[in-house]
């Protein structure tokens, strides 16, 4: 069974300050993808990394493929109240499916 | 906005009662996958539809089942509704066949079983 694990579950910052989320799994996935989902709406891709060590930003968010492409990262920097959501990372199952494994979610408060 | 279409977007039910949802997928789609989110959890896959077939089938009980009508929209049913399945239910579209494509989430059920 492929399971993605993200740390923390929990993040309360103050606006200014960096972060990181990590995903975690011991299975290989071919792309990993990072979402943000707000309060009743779905979740909004941001990142789809598909090469392992691959490297992504799109403004301040950077994103990292791990290198066995079994881990992903996602660092904020100067995090803005803007950011706050429920993050989460999913993997694609296999080649001829769009199936997502979803982690867990970290959820991120920042405050102003 | 994606999009993706899901209809109602609240709904309370009782054990035992039986409900349908409605997904209208983005204009040029022929994919949707459906997946169940619990509070505080990470979305779950239940089953994909791809031209009206079945592609692909997470760890769901038969009572959770689908259908794709030939505009490419669709339909999830649970019977023999349980506490349990209190959740948001997403729905997702994206253009085939099936490999690694983008999705795009509407913005969700939420259905409470009381």
């Known amino acids: 069974t492929q399971l993605l694990e993200q740390s923390p579950q929990f993040l309360s910052i103050q606006e200014g300050e960096n972060l990181t989320v990590y995903c975690n799994s011991s299975?290989?996935?071919?792309?990993l993808q990072w979402y943000r989902q707000e309060p009743g709406e779905g979740p909004v891709l941001l990142v789809t990394?598909?090469?392992?060590?691959e490297v992504k930003k799109l403004k301040r968010l950077t994103f990292q493929f791990g290198d066995a492409r079994k881990d992903s990262s996602l660092h904020i920097t100067a995090a803005q109240p803007g950011d706050t959501g429920l993050y989460l990372c999913?993997?694609?199952?296999?080649?001829?499916?769009?199936?997502?494994?979803f982690g867990t979610g970290t959820r991120l408060q920042v405050f102003p | 906005e994606t999009g993706v279409t899901q209809s109602p977007t609240h709904l309370i039910k009782t054990r035992g009662q039986q409900v349908t949802l409605r997904c209208s997928s983005q204009?040029?789609?022929?994919?949707v996958s459906w997946y169940q989110q619990a509070l505080g959890q990470g979305p779950q896959f239940i089953f994909q539809?791809?031209?009206?077939?079945?592609?692909g089938r997470g760890n769901f009980p038969p009572r959770f089942s689908g259908l794709q009508f030939p505009n490419y929209s669709s339909e999830l049913n649970v019977n023999a509704l349980e506490l349990d399945d209190s959740a948001l239910y997403l729905c997702?579209?994206?253009?085939?066949?099936?490999?690694?494509?983008?999705?795009?989430f509407g913005a969700g059920t939420r259905l409470s079983v009381l």
């Open positions: 204009s040029g789609h022929n994919t």
């Open positions: 999913a993997g694609a199952a296999s080649y001829n499916t769009d199936k997502l494994i």
């Open positions: 997702a579209s994206s253009s085939g066949p099936p490999s690694k494509n983008i999705q795009y």
């Open positions: 539809y791809y031209r009206e077939e079945e592609n």
């Open positions: 990394v598909v090469t392992g060590g």
């Open positions: 299975s290989v996935f071919s792309s």
